[in-house]
């Protein structure tokens, strides 16, 4: 019999660009195709995606691929996932309701029209070559949420994706408890669990208590209203909505997210918005400001979102004041928090009073915490642990909960991505290791950019650039007129005196490679690197870029 695959490609070892390669009989279901946002250092960049070279070099194999939710660190690659594999391989897309609507709209702006979109509802099962699918319903911080279970002739993988045991969901009913027990009666092969909140002890508050809170805060506010979350938290849009109805202020949608997956969660019954509530971005001055709520993109401090360019006083149409009110109703990703805490000091600079959730409940997170770990661990009862989603810490104390649960340690397979567990008659074991990391998308196009662009790019924005300029005679390599210099960006002025030292450094290095009789245009280029950059050091004590350019006449 052969051996069954899971090759994490992303999502293990950090937050975001889920993805993971389940693999049996030579044919492949990828679950779920996320992305996550590029950190500071990563300069120019403007998302990151898991390396998927190993689905290209195999794009005829992909039966299919399940998305879990509509969350772009699930779901965000999905466009650049299926141009790569190509059309003629195109294999259909699985979810839920809302998560296609979101999926369809992503292919529409990257026009890939003729990809295959399958609803599938929760308990419905389907045959994929040498699978099984069922998705079973979950509760998470956005609708149609689920858990993908893959059927084998060894047993059932169980993903869960995000999830949290929500007793009181503002839409819809709780997670499927009792379907994850049939599952676990069953017999589950092997569990790979959502590890983001392991390390908070007890279970997560319900999504049904921030409604109430915020509506608490409105009432405090005598000024504008500004509502930063997730624009796929459709759960919280509605809530926020509902308490600005409640106390008769008009609600304002900036962002294209924003606005784009509200109309998708109109489209599909899960935003009810009021007749005349909602009012464009212009028509903000039209009103007086104790009737204003505006739902903002921004919530973890992305550089061209809406609520960041506000704060820069950079918005083309709101410009925030003293006397508004900014909610942050959500928590910063890890690796967020500069970012977040950046925005926050300059909408104190400008005046506004900001509310996050440590000073007023006004946020739940969709993923539960340790108690509720562990009753996913005893539901399920699996025969084989991974844990999934998280950084290494997080994915230690999954394994730690899983121990503490009953599951023998050595059934527990602490991985990261590229490493992928295979399992057979003769039990688990991790494999050869899979090529995996990031790939970049800068503008439309993606791809591996190399480590020295980076750096470049790094000290380009923090030193600027020297460019000189040096004119030659072919037969003989002296200057023939003064060399042209060109700053850029250059953090300090650089004076006539030391404009005066960088002439007498390149005569000085053109000299000695006439000496040495170094011609090649490519060996000048460097001399005069080595010496300009020492110099520039010396003087400026800041290491610019040093670009000497060689023109042979």
Known sequence: MSSLRVLPLGGLGEVGKNMTVVERDGRIVVVDVGLRFPTPDMVGIDLVLPDFSYLRERASEVEAIVVTHGHEDHLGALPWVLRELGSENAPPVYGGALTLAMARSKLDEHKLRDVELIELEPEAVVGLGPFSLELVHMTHSIPDSSAVALGTELGTVLITGDYKFDQTPVDGPPADVSRLAELGRDGVLLLCGDSTNVDRPGFSPSESVVGPHLEQVFARCRGRIVVTSFASNIHRVQQVMDAAAELDRKVVLVGRSMRKNVGIGRALGHIEVGEGQLVGTREVEDFPDERIVIISTGSQGEPLSALRRMAYRDHPVIELREGDTV????????????????????????GCEVITPREAPVHASGHGYAEEVKLMLNLVKPRYVMPFHGDYKRLRMHAQLAEAVGVPVEDIFQSENGLPLEIDERGARFGERERSGMIFVDGVEIG???????????????????????????????????????????????GEELLDEIAETVQATLERAAKEEIREVDLLQQMLHDDLAKLVYERLKRRPMVLPVVVEV
């Not at 909610?327 to 400008?350: C, K, M, Q, W």
């Not at 380009?460 to 210099?485: K, M, W, Y």
Request: aromatic share 6%; charged share 25%.
């Open 327 to 350: 909610v942050f109703s959500a928590t910063p990703i890890p690796g967020n928090e500069r970012a977040v805490n950046d925005t926050i000091d300059r909408l104190y600079h400008i």
């Open 448 to 494: 591996e950019m190399a480590d020295v662009a980076l750096r470049d790019r790094r000290m380009l924005s923090a030193d600027g650039i020297f460019i000189i300029v040096v004119t030659i005679a072919e037969e003989h390599g002296q200057s023939v007129s003064e060399p042209e210099i060109i700053l850029r960006g250059v953090p300090f002025e650089a």
